[in-house]
């Protein structure tokens, strides 16, 4: 079965901290990798990495996908107290979502 | 606005009476997913529908069923819940199997008595 890995499992920071949550991924038949937050509802569409290297922005939060490594990171600058949630990362195989365990963030003001 | 909605929220059931859940979709999109996530777990996917094409995942349970009568709308069925089935379910759509950015709907947390 294909895996997803994240880490940290869980990460405490506090506000105005930067973080960065990994993930990695086995590459059969790979297409793209998503990232979700989760906070306690159903997850919110942050990103989708299809090409290696190129960053993609959004705010404070950024990610890039390294295909030679199998990786992907999500960046966090300047954290809220809004930014505490579940972080999951997804690779996707025609049509199938696969996601990793998720990231608990907390942010302490 | 264009969205995923999901009905009802909140699903409480008891041992063995069946339910059915909604999900309903105004995004137009091919392809409709039902999720599993069960408490601090990722979602689980069961199966889903490209149009009208069911699409099971192996280890769904047979307990588990779906329709989708048109576009929009997709049901999940649980013939026979039990404890082991309380969950928070999930609801995804896409544009197509290559377009894959999934967009979730609210979730309805299932309670089974």
């Known amino acids: 079965e294909d895996k997803v890995v994240q880490s940290p499992l869980s990460l405490v920071v506090h506000e105005g901290d930067t973080v960065t949550l990994n993930c990695s991924y086995e590459?059969?038949?790979?297409?793209?990798l998503l990232w979700y937050k989760q906070e306690k509802k159903a997850p919110t569409f942050l990103f989708m990495l299809?090409?290696?290297?190129i960053e993609k922005k959004s705010g404070r939060l950024s990610s890039i996908l390294d295909k030679k490594e199998l990786s992907s990171i999500l960046n966090i600058t300047a954290t809220q107290t809004g930014d505490s949630a579940i972080y999951l990362c997804a690779r996707t195989s025609y049509g199938k979502l696969t996601f990793g365990q998720g990231t608990i963030l907390t942010v302490h003001p | 606005d264009a969205m995923v909605i999901q009905n009802p929220r909140y699903q409480v059931t008891q041992f063995g009476k069946p339910v059915t859940l909604s999900c309903s979709q105004t995004?137009?999109?091919?392809?409709m997913y039902w999720y599993q996530q069960k408490s601090s777990q990722a979602p689980k996917l069961l199966f889903h529908?490209?149009?009208?094409?069911?699409?099971n995942e192996a280890d769904t349970p047979d307990n588990f069923q779906s329709r989708r009568p048109n576009t929009s709308f997709c049901f999940l069925d649980i013939r026979s819940p039990g404890l082991g089935d309380a969950a928070m379910y999930l609801c995804?759509?896409?544009?197509?199997?290559?377009?894959?950015?999934?967009?979730f709907g609210p979730g309805t947390r299932l309670l089974v008595l």
């Open positions: 299809t090409s290696s290297g």
């Open positions: 995004l137009n999109h091919n392809v």
């Open positions: 529908y490209y149009d009208k094409d069911f699409n």
């Open positions: 995804a759509t896409s544009r197509g199997e290559i377009q894959e950015t999934q967009y």
């Open positions: 590459v059969t038949n790979f297409r793209s």
